[in-house]
């Protein structure tokens, strides 16, 4: 079985709807275009289902007056998705990880902003302006 890759946040996004539950194909183009801020082409999206499909990932069943096709994933199609999310998860951690300083009262994780103060010669980034007062008046007993 030859692996998929997901190359790009228009195959990301289509495996993350899948995991909703089952879609058409036309739902996943509008659905991508709408979060994504583009369109997303049936170019784009059928060959991509299509390889899902020949990789057991997902499964198609015909539905409705006009026999719509439904797009769903299978049990290793779940497993697939959520691998990818734990690896996509993994590179956010880095990514985030580097943003993310301790506030040193309370240790509480603050992502960007904060409350900066320079105490003893030394900036320090805090959760608020109520924990920086607190420090600093253990600092003072």
Do not use: W
Request: with cysteine; charged share 30%.
């Amino acid at each position: 079985m030859a692996e998929i890759k997901i190359t790009n946040l228009v195959k990301f996004y289509t495996i993350l709807l899948l995991s909703d539950g089952p879609k058409h194909g036309y739902e996943i183009i509008k659905e991508t275009g709408d979060k994504l801020g583009k369109r997303a082409s049936s170019g784009e999206i059928y060959p991509f289902l299509k390889k899902l499909e020949k990789q057991k990932l997902i499964k198609s069943k015909e539905v409705g007056e006009r026999d719509k096709k439904v797009f769903y994933l299978t049990q290793a199609g779940k497993k697939f998705v959520e691998n990818m999310l734990n690896k996509f998860s993994n590179l956010l951690d880095i990514a985030v990880g580097k943003k993310i300083t301790t506030c040193p009262h309370c240790s509480c994780k603050i992502y960007g902003g904060g409350h900066k103060e320079r105490i003893k010669g030394k900036e320090l980034v805090f959760c608020c302006h109520n924990c920086a007062n607190s420090y600093k008046s253990t600092l003072h007993r």
